[in-house]
């Protein structure tokens, strides 16, 4: 698994499968979900043996919530997943959560080849580009090397998980094979703004780049 070029050693990859969520929302009811999640989907999902890493909200669509969630293996997703789904903190909850979205079935299953240093972990974060790019054979390293040709500082990536999905009950993305980077570009909006262009030009044509800015509550880089 690949680091963050730094003097200090990277994070522990304790999350060998992760989630990344794109959903879209009803008109004007992002602060609600983020609101509801925040309270009520952070600690529960935690204790059920899964890992919220990141919040976001997408910064040239008001109605789009993303955000990740990790899993020791496969196997550990499907046993979190099914003790979270049929637990009482999503029973009591999912009516109110399901009412703020129009679509919740937008899901890359992938697997960590680059996470977060200390030293990314304890930076104060800004806005983050995140780009889902079709691999097509493209290594890592290249995806990486855009990012880093442009001045933006990568904080993690993934690549696609290859694994039938396990818990059916929740549809992923399948027959599709990307590279998933998430980057720091300078702290202002408008350096985030110039990068995601920048990064559009660079990037294959059917890629897609958001602006993401954490939430609250976001732990991201984790």
């Known amino acids: 698994m690949a680091s963050i070029p730094d003097s200090n050693a990277p994070a522990a990859p304790d999350c060998r499968v992760v989630e990344l969520r794109q959903y879209t929302l009803h008109p004007g009811r992002r602060d609600e979900l983020i609101t509801l999640f925040d309270r009520e989907f952070v600690e529960t999902q935690e204790a059920v043996g899964m890992r919220v890493l990141g919040q976001f909200r997408d910064l040239d669509d008001a109605d789009r919530f993303v955000w990740l969630r990790g899993f020791a293996d496969m196997p550990s997703r499907a046993d979190a997943l099914q003790r979270f789904y049929g637990g009482p903190a999503w029973q009591a909850h999912r009516d109110a959560a399901n009412a ?106 059917d890629s897609q780049v958001l602006r993401l800015a954490p939430t609250a509550r976001s732990s991201f880089p984790t």
């Open 100 to 205: 703020t979205m129009v679509d919740s079935d937008d899901v890359l299953l992938l697997r960590p080849v680059m996470l977060p240093t200390r030293s990314a972990r304890a930076a104060r974060t800004g806005p983050v580009v995140a780009a889902v790019i079709p691999s097509r054979g493209t290594p890592i390293e290249s995806a990486l090397a855009a990012f880093e040709a442009v001045g933006a500082r990568p904080l993690s990536a993934f690549e696609t998980e290859s694994s039938p999905n396990n818990f059916p009950r929740l549809p992923v993305r399948e027959g599709v094979s990307v590279l998933v980077v998430l980057a720091s570009p300078p702290a202002a909006d408008t350096a985030a703004t110039k990068l995601q262009q920048v990064l559009r030009a660079r990037l294959p044509r």
